[in-house]
T-cell receptor, first 113, second 114 residues
Framework: NAGVTQTPKFRVLKTGQSMTLLCAQD?????MYWYRQDPGMGLRLIHYSVGEGTTAKGEVPDGYNVSRLKKQNFLLGLESAAPSQTSVYFC????????????FGNGTRLTVT | DAKTTQPPSMDCAEGRAANLPCNHSTISGNEYVYWYRQIHSQGPQYIIH?????ETNEMASLIITEDRKSSTLILPHATLRDTAVYYCIVRPDLWGGGADGLTFGKGTHLIIQP
């Protein structure tokens, strides 16, 4: 099992450009999440999904969109990137119950110039 | 807001037990205590979780006080590779519980000294 796989690992964008980050999990998990982590900070939840075809806003959703067309994939989109979105983005998944631990990917490091 | 409080940093000598405290005084009866750690800039790694009873696995032990308002993660024989940021979170045991309990604070930066 690969677990949670994020692509790409690194990306540099110019202000105003768009991009999509892909998260894939092979554990048949219902729930998937996107976090961002800024230097010296904890993880902040951007959006999450409780199942295929569903999405919901987290703590810091502005400037991002998400889609969950397939159970195993969760996409994070930036329509018009801004320097404030420079961050490390982590995807996670779990079985959706409090007794199910989160499994994280290794992150995407995004720089917006 | 994170529902847990942790010291920002701790030191521990290599080979000794590292005891990391976490305060969760507002925990509800159906909430689990989870511990994760993050080494460098890698994705956080699950360590252990528990509800009421103390738990032990190959990585660590989790001691939860009887009133469940605090807990301690114990790494029995710390090594240099245990240097990391350790996060304590509480999460309700609810199917469809949404984003409750998914806020990670700044955690405790544990530094293992040689």
């Amino acid at each position: 099992n690969a677990g949670v796989t994020q692509t790409p690992k690194f990306r540099v964008l110019k202000t105003g450009q768009s991009m999509t980050l892909l998260c894939a999990q092979d554990m048949n998990h219902e729930y998937m999440y996107w976090y961002r982590q800024d230097p010296g900070m904890g993880l902040r939840l951007i959006h999450y999904s409780v199942g295929e075809g569903t999405t919901a806003k987290g703590e810091v959703p502005d400037g991002y969109n998400v889609s969950r067309l397939k159970k195993q994939n969760f996409l994070l989109g930036l329509e018009s990137a801004a320097p404030s979105q420079t961050s490390v983005y982590f995807c996670a998944s779990d079985g959706g119950r409090g007794r199910s631990p989160l499994h994280f990917g290794n992150g995407t490091r995004l720089t917006v110039t | 807001d994170a529902k847990t409080t942790q010291p920002p940093s701790m030191d521990c000598a290599e080979g000794r037990a590292a005891n990391l405290p976490c305060n969760h005084s507002t925990i509800s009866g159906n909430e689990y205590v989870y511990w994760y750690r993050q080494i460098h800039s890698q994705g956080p790694q699950y360590i252990i979780h528990g509800l009421k009873n103390n738990e032990t696995n190959e990585m660590a032990s989790l001691i939860i006080t009887e009133d469940r308002k605090s807990s301690t993660l114990i790494l029995p024989h710390a090594t240099l590779r245990d240097t990391a940021v350790y996060y304590c979170i509480v999460r309700p045991d609810l199917w469809g519980g949404g984003a409750d309990g998914l806020t990670f604070g700044k955690g405790t930066h544990l530094i293992i000294q040689p």
